[in-house]
């Protein structure tokens, strides 16, 4: 077996997120991937036994990525509502600035037995520190009692959809819209008590 | 020109939609439509002048196939909140029903570019009707003065997201899980008060 190379592997890694962004589930393949990274293909293997670990590997490293850079803008001493309008705004910043990153995501998220399968990221701190909020936050009776997979989803998806629609100009990117939308976020996570207090107290 | 046959129109539609849901919109062609539908391709440009016609076509047909389900759950004397959670078990019951039909949707929707261009659909009356809904319930104060697109968008994507998501085993198809979905989209869409009164009396 040939020594494994870290910036290969990185570079394989980008282009199956670019592969994937550009063409979906259906048409993603590793031999497109070894050809934008300009590795032969029987090398990618190497480093990726087959293309369902590709896969899986472009998911833990696309929402590590978008787990930091959520984390980054959390306050702990801050109250957890506070904390959650952080997260939507970084959320949306992250998703301006990586596009392909965030297609990626919502490419491998949408293929809900994938993400099924997978299941939790133990290893990465990132993500198990956005877990523990939401955990705390149903604890604290700030976030509905309801399945996990319901709050993130609101917590994330329109978030996308917005900067998605920014990008082509069908929403404009200015501080009410994102407003509106975290408003809208905060009245689908929150029990309806904590929503009320929080909406009526908010800057 | 041959003359138009409105069976094999049609049987071009559905194998459309077959097609976009399988694939993607990276790896739609009218060569694939036309091989699934078996008739020679040559022959589907009579009915649709190029690839975009078809694709159009498809999202016209399918919105309002979208639309007549939800159309039907509707009662005009009910109070609009009372419809707005007809609409979302009507959307979810046509998603389980109908999953090709919702997953070209969000295909579509997810090319916000192409849905931007193609505008609304005046010639639908059940989409129309639908808007109308919307309108109301924003010059009532019932649901939020904000971009009537984050207002669909929270009306409709979580609902094939759960329906996906109990297809695959992610969800539990039972009315609690649906009742607490209800709910998230009831706090995302309607204004505060409006929300708060809705939620205390509901059964």
């Given at each position: 077996m040939k020594l494994k190379?870290?910036?290969k592997h990185d570079r394989l890694l980008a282009a199956a997120v670019t592969v994937l962004a550009k063409g979906g589930m259906a048409n993603f393949s590793t031999t497109k991937v070894a050809r934008l990274a300009g590795i032969p293909q029987s090398n990618l293997?190497?480093?990726f036994q087959n293309k369902q670990a590709l896969l899986e590997a472009v998911y833990r490293m696309t929402v590590h990525q978008q787990s930091v850079a959520v984390v980054a803008a959390l306050k702990e001493q801050e109250p957890l509502t506070t904390?959650?309008?952080?997260?939507?705004r970084a959320l949306y910043q992250f998703a301006i600035a990586q596009p392909e990153t965030v297609t990626a995501i919502q490419t491998l998220l949408d293929?809900?037995?994938l993400k099924h399968k997978w299941g939790l990221k133990r290893d990465d701190l990132a993500n198990q520190r956005i877990q523990q909020l939401l955990q705390d936050g149903v604890d604290q009776h700030v976030l509905r009692a309801t399945d996990q997979n319901f709050l993130r989803y609101f917590?994330?998806?329109p978030v996308f959809h917005y900067?998605?629609?920014v990008r082509v100009?069908?929403?404009s990117d200015t501080p009410e819209a994102l407003a509106d939308l975290t408003a809208m976020i905060m009245g689908a996570v929150l029990q309806p008590d904590v929503y009320r207090a929080w909406y009526l107290e908010r800057d």
């Open positions: 190379d870290e910036e293997y190497i480093y904390q959650i309008v952080a997260s939507v293929d809900i037995k917590l994330a998806r900067a998605d629609g100009g069908l929403y």
